[in-house]
């Protein structure tokens, strides 16, 4: 059973770059027709999807956003990592990573982080 | 972007009831839509998936439906652990988006 469990600060200051880092366990990150993913929540809100990455380092990102995520993957830890920059009161949320499965008939968010709450403040 | 809309935004019904969840997309999004539900404090758990695909381990009393832009997630009878939030999801284009949510309480 694929295990997601996110990590990084809790707390980021106004205009700095929020870094979260996703550890897979239970499977590869190679693992054919999945991305890996990360959406968030903002407090007592609903659901938005951030991105997606593949384990060849392909991306997807949503517009939104684009113009500050960056997503890459560490192989060799079998994770996969977040960054937000320039990051104002707006990014605080519960952030959650997410396996994606993409495969032929398949296309949703199968397995989730327990998620974890960001606040950006001074 | 594609839009999800569901309606009610919150229900109130009891142990028992029949419940149906409706989503409706800003454009045609074939069979591309699923469910999840969000327990307090839990990250969301995938109920159904491309529009009527039971996801294994989920009880087969939810259903879902439809085709197009108009979706339903229908709970054949509301036990005490289905009070919770419910989204769909559309998996037809990128970005992907999910609706604001349906808080299923207890009347």
């Known amino acids: 059973q694929v295990q997601l469990q996110e990590s990084g600060p809790g707390l980021v200051k106004p205009s700095q770059t929020l870094s979260l880092t996703c550890t897979v366990s239970g499977g590869s990150l190679s693992s054919g027709g999945y991305y890996w993913s990360w959406i968030r929540q903002h407090p007592g809100k609903g659901l938005e999807w951030i991105g997606f990455i593949y384990y060849s380092g392909t991306t997807y990102y949503n517009p939104s956003l684009r113009s500050r995520v960056t997503l890459s993957v560490d192989m060799s830890k079998n994770q996969f990592s977040l960054k937000l920059t320039s990051v104002t009161a707006a990014d605080t949320a519960v952030y959650y990573c997410?396996?994606?499965?993409?495969?032929?008939?398949?296309?949703?968010?199968?397995?989730w982080g327990q998620g974890t709450l960001v606040a950006v403040s001074s | 972007d594609i839009q999800m809309t569901q309606s009610p935004s919150s229900l109130s019904a009891s142990v028992g009831d029949r419940v149906t969840i409706t989503c409706r997309a800003s454009?045609?999004?074939?069979?591309?839509l699923n469910w999840y539900q969000q327990r307090p404090g839990k990250p969301p758990k995938l109920l159904i998936y491309t529009a009527s695909n039971l996801h294994s381990g989920v009880p087969s009393r939810f259903s879902g439906r439809g085709s197009g832009t108009d979706f339903t997630l229908t709970i054949s009878s509301l036990q005490p652990e289905d009070f919770a939030i419910y989204y769909c999801?559309?998996?037809?284009?990128?970005?992907?988006?999910f609706g604001q949510g349906t808080k299923v309480e207890i009347k």
């Open positions: 997410a396996s994606y499965d993409s495969s032929v008939g398949e296309d949703y968010f199968d397995h």
């Open positions: 999801q559309q998996s037809f284009s990128t970005p992907r988006t």
């Open positions: 454009q045609s999004i074939s069979s591309y």
